[in-house]
């Protein structure tokens, strides 16, 4: 027998292979008698390969292992006493196959078993036959060099062009422009040292927090913005999550709930793909720098030197100073509004509970308004900008002088001065409560705070006389609404209960002159012991302006349905999304609706004893007012008998509907007192 032959292999029941034995894998497989050398063994493998092993790449034939002309035996190579088995090398007990690695029905390698290992094996390999590779970005480096270093490029020029532009953006919509884009952060200055300084694991984490947080600072960037667009101050992140939810409210009134909902899923994804975008491009940027260290180093010191220069220097480009801190100045000032928010709770809890006529006894309030029936009436977003901007003014000013001169007609005169609403261009309740409670609420936790108090309420005053019946009339709310109480309110007319049966106009769920026509039907036209104290909120003029209703005839308005063609021919919400001249327009048109719908109202079921005071409650947002609109807002007191208007001649007030421009500027938070005072009621505080 040649040297290099074995015997057949058998095994004991034990599992235990005899001196010569192969295992049944080798067995199956008729070994030549010149069989060619084996491939050199790693120095650490002292055994024959099991019967797993046989199966792996390494026991796969391939183009690395058939035999060629360079490595068929030769007389070289033949085996010979030095490399012929012997004791050392022969299958003894340990290395031979047992029970526990023989093959068996569920190890045996199979046809495709086989088949996948072996192209498995050749991928490896690079072999152009058997199953295709997969993409692999390292193969396609090394396939495509130069498109490949330029991608890489282009990514971290792009990483690096986010991140400095999260650093110096602005938050406002105006401050938009590129002069504010060119400036040298100085937190981009300080990441670049603390990530080239960190070793590797340290900077990742460094990096993925950092980014994390830079996109966070990016998203209260853009509500800032949005909130200053919208209601004229930034975004409180203590205060102001739950406006969310009414932001959304409003888009299932205007938009519908599909497109609210697309909204909403859309606004979710920009949110998670911004904190993504941030944190991976600070991650390569780290690893960027990391790499190439001296360079990043060189850079730093330059630019460092550059932002110290124009800091000490005051360079600017474009009015803006090219040294730039905005993100350190921004936490900073979220900080202080976080402390100051918190601080404010206290402080104004105490404030609430002090009031000048809190104590004053029910007969010593309002009596030179007995026996009148006092309307207070809220138009929603009607401002200042109405009455004085160029094109919303011409429209408005006319409906105003037309009816101030048909009132008249009417036997009814009016006074007018401008107040400063603690809101702007939403949150209308912000700006009622304001100027009925006669305290400064311009944050949701002051609104809180107020309306569980036994704060006393102007509309609360009639009711505390005890002369008064009072009613509300709030075709916008729509779900419970528990400071009826706060307000002294008997009765609470909403939008499901004054009847009406036709289409809502976008946001306003019917038009002015039909919740006035249901108030005179369900309340102000009824006989009474008392006189009324009504609060009536009026919604046409609320955004998005369109559709607007028209007016139409007092006995023809029925259940409203009179109102479909007219909704169906008006314009859609997008015409004045998409265009500030249509919103400036369409916004005027809908406060003259509001203002004429008031008007005849008071024209026609008006008596000698009527009383209406109507104000708007805020300014319209940006794209109508502008960015820089003041917050003031027109208030008129409108009644036939001439004392009423006397007792206020001190206030110097404009005679009409239309406040000179020169008139009065008060707080709104004043008028409650100086109401008070100005109709002989006696001052009894209340104390803490």
């Known amino acids: 027998m040649p040297l290099n032959t074995r015997a057949p292999q058998t095994t004991s029941k034990a599992g235990a292979a005899t001196d010569g034995v192969l295992p049944a894998e080798e067995d199956e497989r008729p070994v ?11 120095a650490d493998r002292t055994t024959e390969p099991d019967a797993e092993d046989a199966r792996t790449a390494e026991d796969t034939r391939t183009a690395e292992n058939t035999p060629t002309a360079e490595n068929t035996p030769t007389a070289e190579n033949t085996p010979t006493a030095e490399n012929t088995p012997t004791a050392e090398n022969t299958p003894t007990a340990e290395n031979t196959p047992t029970a526990e690695n023989t093959p068996t029905a569920e190890n045996t390698p199979t046809a495709e078993s086989e088949a996948a290992e072996t192209g498995a094996t050749e991928n490896r390999a690079g072999i152009a036959n058997g199953p295709r590779p997969r993409f692999r970005r390292r193969t396609w480096r090394a396939d495509h060099p130069l498109a490949a270093r330029v991608l890489g490029i282009t990514v971290t020029v792009l990483a690096g062009v986010l991140v400095v532009v999260s650093l110096v953006m602005p938050n406002r919509i105006a401050s938009f422009r590129p002069a504010m884009f060119t400036r040298i952060p100085v937190e981009a200055l300080i990441g670049g040292v603390v990530l080239t300084a960190l070793p590797r694991r340290p900077r990742l984490v460094v990096a993925w927090v950092g980014g994390v947080a830079l996109g966070v600072q990016t998203m209260l960037n853009l509500l800032d913005a949005g909130f200053y667009q919208y209601l004229g101050r930034d975004f409180n992140a203590v205060l102001d999550w739950p406006l969310l939810s009414d932001a959304y409210s409003y888009l299932q009134d205007t938009l519908g709930g599909a497109g609210a909902l697309g909204v909403l899923f859309a606004a979710v994804a920009i949110v998670l793909a911004v904190l993504a975008v941030s944190a991976l491009s600070v991650v390569r940027l780290g690893n960027v720098m990391a790499r190439h260290r001296t360079t990043t180093t060189h850079t730093v010191l330059v630019l460092s030197m550059v932002w110290m220069t124009c800091t000490v220097l005051g360079l600017q480009f474009g009015g803006v100073s090219l040294a730039a801190e905005r993100t350190v100045t921004m936490l900073k000032v979220r900080s202080d509004l976080v402390r100051q928010t918190l601080r404010d709770e206290r402080d104004f809890a105490r404030t609430a509970r002090v009031d000048a006529f809190g104590a004053t006894p029910g007969s010593q309030l309002v009596p030179d308004l007995r026996g009148k029936d006092m309307i207070f009436t809220f138009i929603e977003s009607y401002g200042r900008s109405a009455i004085e901007d160029p094109i919303m003014a011409p429209g408005v000013d006319k409906t105003l002088d037309t009816s101030t001169q048909a009132l008249a007609k009417a036997g009814f005169h009016a006074k007018s001065g ?46 505390k006389t005890g002369a008064w019946d009072t009613v509300g009339i709030m075709p916008g709310v729509q779900k419970g609404w528990p400071e009826q109480k706060f307000y002294g309110l008997d009765k609470v007319y909403n939008a499901f209960e004054m009847g009406y049966k036709g289409p809502k106009f976008s946001w306003s769920t019917m038009p002015d002159q039909y919740a006035l026509q249901a108030f005179q039907r369900l309340e102000h036209g009824k006989k009474r012991d008392k006189p009324l104290m009504s609060e009536i909120i009026l919604t046409s003029s609320h955004t998005p302006w369109a559709p607007i209703p028209k007016m139409v005839g007092w006995d023809q308005l029925g259940d409203g349905s009179i109102f479909d063609a007219i909704q169906k021919a008006g314009n859609k919400p997008d015409y004045t999304y998409t265009s500030d001249t249509h919103s400036k327009e369409e916004y005027g048109k809908s406060v003259q609706y509001s203002v004429t719908a008031l008007t005849q109202f008071l024209e026609r079921y008006g008596n000698d004893d009527t009383v209406l005071v109507f104000l708007g409650d805020h300014q319209a947002n940006a794209h109508v007012s502008g960015n820089h609109a003041s917050h003031d807002v027109p208030c008129a007191i409108v009644a036939k008998d001439p004392k009423v208007l006397d007792r206020i001649a001190s206030w110097g007030w404009t005679d009409g509907l239309r406040p000179a421009h020169n008139a009065p500027v008060w707080k709104m938070s004043s008028f409650r007192d100086r109401f008070l005072t100005a109709y002989g009621s006696t001052p009894h505080p209340s104390k803490d």
């Open 418 to 463: 401008w107040l400063t609403s603690a809101t702007y261009g939403g949150s209308s309740w912000l700006g009622h409560s304001t100027f009925l409670s006669g305290l400064w609420i311009d944050n949701q936790n002051r609104y809180r705070t107020v309306t569980t108090s036994d704060h006393l309420s102007l509309t609360k005053v009639f009711k």
């Open 32 to 42: 030549p008698e010149t069989a060619p050398a084996a491939p050199e063994e790693p």
